[in-house]
């Protein structure tokens, strides 16, 4: 059976079980049961099943396109909606106010949902078989696979909470999801918050401890980058203790990512065109076929037949120039090659290289990143004790991105915001900022006031009649 077959097993094993509580196909576990002898036969098996869940993740219902440039930076309101294209803004002026029951938007959320489970119950077959598979891998292979497979159902089920859950300070005691740990049929109950948090907490812990021997950062092997590496399980465990509001543990934590130094900030004057999304900084991030063409699409008027065209998704120049970048030439993500006009309009080149020959070697095209080590230095500034301290953090990104020093008479949680904005531009982390701090306001946002339930999805319609939970 080669690559692709497995993936797309591993895919179809996933769905099946997702969409069982909602079509009651009750003959899928028997079938289930064959296609996983195939597939758990031998260590390759089990690597390109890990394969065939981050190939899951790249969806257009989750990281390959609405919980990175697609809803979440929307919701953001990285766009100008109302200056977008008409079929954006029949689909987008919705997403942008947060009206859930619209039509238009209740599609997409139940696609996301039922895609993060198809995805968690991919890394459950794999953590069903592996302990007793354990005697077919080499060396700390074993090991690299089962951590890879914990923290990526860690990684999952926290972007769940924090979609469909409200802001961890809220702490109202209500049931909003399930953490799924068994690959079955047999629903699981859901649990509160805190149940949620602990829970994803456990698995990045044990993670973390098979993943102690992770090669990532070496100078030959893999891209472990592109996989839960050992830093993205340390990297992702600071996000949460700063989601909970734990400071001592997030700073701790974020620190050991940096001190690390195996994936570092790049150096101030770097050449970028090649790798425009900044891969050598990411701790974590996924590698999509055809996203550039797909981006492309998105972001240009490309198969429109309007007369006077814009792209699906667009932010009209002057709120890249003014509000989002503050109109500082030196800062490497606003200046050429990352904003570049095309057809007219000033568009985001992070993810595109049409104007460079196909041809050029070493180009570092089609990733999408989902956590970076310039977040690190983010958490841990905002986490820092005194401002000294978190200058000590924010600065040297401020500096790897071509721009000048703070002072000691900084407003840091307001830096911070704006560096947000700036740093993940089309990425969809800018909107958990917001929520982690219940913000009141989204900046640039048509929503004058945001209340906390304007922050929180809602459950499919699909879950609430058939989940059986």
Request: charged content about 20%; overall charge neutral.
């Amino acid at each position: 059976m080669n690559l692709f077959k497995k993936v797309s097993l591993l895919m179809m094993l996933g769905s099946g079980l997702t969409l069982t509580a909602c079509n009651k196909w009750l003959d899928v576990q028997p079938k289930t049961e064959l296609k996983q002898e195939e597939l758990f036969y031998s260590e390759r098996g089990f690597y390109e099943a890990m394969t065939g869940a981050y190939v899951t993740m790249t969806d257009n219902a989750a990281y390959g396109r609405e919980l990175t440039i697609g809803v979440l930076s929307v919701m953001a309101s990285d766009y100008s909606v109302t200056s977008s294209s008409p079929q954006a803004v029949e689909f987008l002026k919705y997403v942008e106010v947060f009206d859930y029951e619209r039509n238009q938007f209740k599609p997409i959320i139940n696609q996301i949902w039922l895609n993060q489970y198809n995805t968690i119950a991919q890394v459950n077959a794999i953590l069903e078989n592996i302990d007793a598979k354990k005697h077919l891998f080499k060396g700390d292979n074993y090991s690299l696979v089962k951590g890879e497979a914990l923290a990526l159902r860690a990684y999952i089920h926290f972007d769940l909470l924090r979609l469909f859950a409200p802001a961890y300070a809220v702490k109202d005691g209500l049931k909003y999801m399930p953490y799924v740990t068994r690959y079955g049929e047999k629903p699981t109950s859901f649990s509160d918050i805190e149940t949620i948090v602990n829970a994803v907490l456990k698995d990045l812990n044990e993670a973390e401890v098979l993943l102690k021997n992770d090669p990532v950062g070496g100078l030959v092997g893999s891209d472990r980058q592109l996989r839960m590496n050992l830093y993205a399980v340390k990297g992702l465990k600071a996000r949460i203790y700063l989601y909970k509001g734990d400071k001592p543990l997030a700073l701790a934590t974020a620190k050991e990512v940096i001190d690390a130094k195996k994936i570092r900030l790049m150096v101030s004057g770097a050449n970028i065109n090649l790798d425009r999304t900044f891969h050598a900084e990411h701790l974590f991030s996924l590698f999509k076929e055809k996203h550039e063409a797909d981006v492309l699409y998105w972001l240009t008027v490309q198969g429109s037949g309007a007369a006077n065209p814009t792209p699906y998704y667009y932010t009209i120049e002057s709120k890249i120039s003014g509000n989002i970048f503050e109109n500082q030439p030196t800062d490497v993500r606003f200046k050429m090659p990352m904003m570049m006009m095309y057809l007219g309009n000033l568009t985001p080149h992070k993810y595109l290289y049409q104007d460079v020959p196909s041809s050029t070697p070493g180009i570092r095209r089609s990733y999408i990143p989902l956590m970076r080590i310039s977040e690190m230095y983010y958490i841990a500034a905002e986490a820092a004790p005194d401002v000294t301290t978190a200058l000590l953090y924010l600065n040297p990104v401020l500096s790897s991105r071509g721009l000048p020093a703070l002072g000691a008479t900084a407003n840091i949680q307001t830096e911070i915001r704006k560096e947000y904005r700036k740093e993940f531009f089309t990425e969809g982390q800018t909107f958990f900022y917001y929520k982690r701090l219940n913000a009141a306001h989204i900046d640039d946002s048509p929503v004058t006031v945001m209340k906390p339930e304007m922050y929180v999805l809602p459950l499919p319609e699909d879950e609430k009649i058939f989940g059986g939970r």
